[in-house]
């Protein structure tokens, strides 16, 4: 059991429970497993932030979380850094016709603080198509920051729609869809310490 009190082999035991009573439910009953647990996660944060520190020596990065599945990683990657640091959030809305996305992606909630001249490190959950993070990238490379870099939590590689490449990576992944640790499915399981795969691919079908 953790010690804030989500243990993520009951919350699995609970999702697997409900499964059995849908239908398809013993196909996808394997597929709910922890890939990463909190202390693998806690010992690779830790090597991340000992580099980006050695990165930003001297300097005092604005570090953008990208809201919302960026919030736990955030949270304790700034507190592993060895220099100091300012935080603000993005939020990015993908805009499409009905269920279609149009791969459109604009900036819900902006940045409130000017980035001109300063070292900007943004901070995201996961790279998957690589549409959030290239287009965000360009948006704020137009408002002139002093140096602009990203750190990913989690990486698939294999589902990139656009060429994309962060500059640093907790861990890449294959093509499964997962939650915990900030990452959702439909907004539930984004509390869970661990990393766990949801699904049998990344759209999350088979959950
Ligand atoms: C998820 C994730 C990344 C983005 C990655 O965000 O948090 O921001 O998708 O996908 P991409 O590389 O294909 O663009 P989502 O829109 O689900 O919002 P959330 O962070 O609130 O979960
Ligand atoms: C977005 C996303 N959110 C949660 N889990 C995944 O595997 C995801 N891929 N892209």
């Known amino acids: 059991m953790d010690r804030r009190g989500h243990d993520t082999a009951s919350c699995l035991r609970g999702i697997k429970r409900r499964q ?40 005092e990065p604005l570090v953008v979380g990208i809201l919302n599945g960026a919030f736990i990683f955030m949270a304790d990657l700034i507190r592993a850094l060895a220099v100091p640091c300012r935080v603000d959030f993005v939020r990015l809305a993908s805009y499409g016709t009905g ?16 980035i001109a001249g300063h070292d900007v490190l943004i901070v995201e959950d996961i790279v998957d198509t690589g549409l959030t993070l290239s287009r965000l990238v360009e948006i704020l490379q137009k408002r002139q ?18 060429p994309f490449t962060a500059d640093y990576v907790g861990f890449s992944i294959p093509d499964r869809f997962v939650v915990g640790y900030g990452l959702d499915y439909n907004e539930k ?14 759209e999350g079908e088979g959950i």
């Open 145 to 162: 920051p002093a140096s602009l870099k990203v750190c990913a939590f989690l990486d698939k590689r294999e589902r990139r729609r656009v």
């Open 20 to 59: 059995r009573f849908s239908p398809g439910a013993e196909m996808r009953e394997a597929a709910t497993e922890i890939l990463f647990t909190k202390g693998a996660i806690e010992r690779r944060v830790a090597e991340l932030a000992a580099q980006i520190s050695r990165d930003y020596k001297g300097k």
């Open 189 to 202: 399981f984004r509390f869970l310490p661990d990393v766990c795969v949801l699904g049998t691919s990344s």
């Open 99 to 114: 269920s279609v996305s149009s791969g459109e992606i604009r900036i819900g909630k902006d940045l409130e603080t000017p």
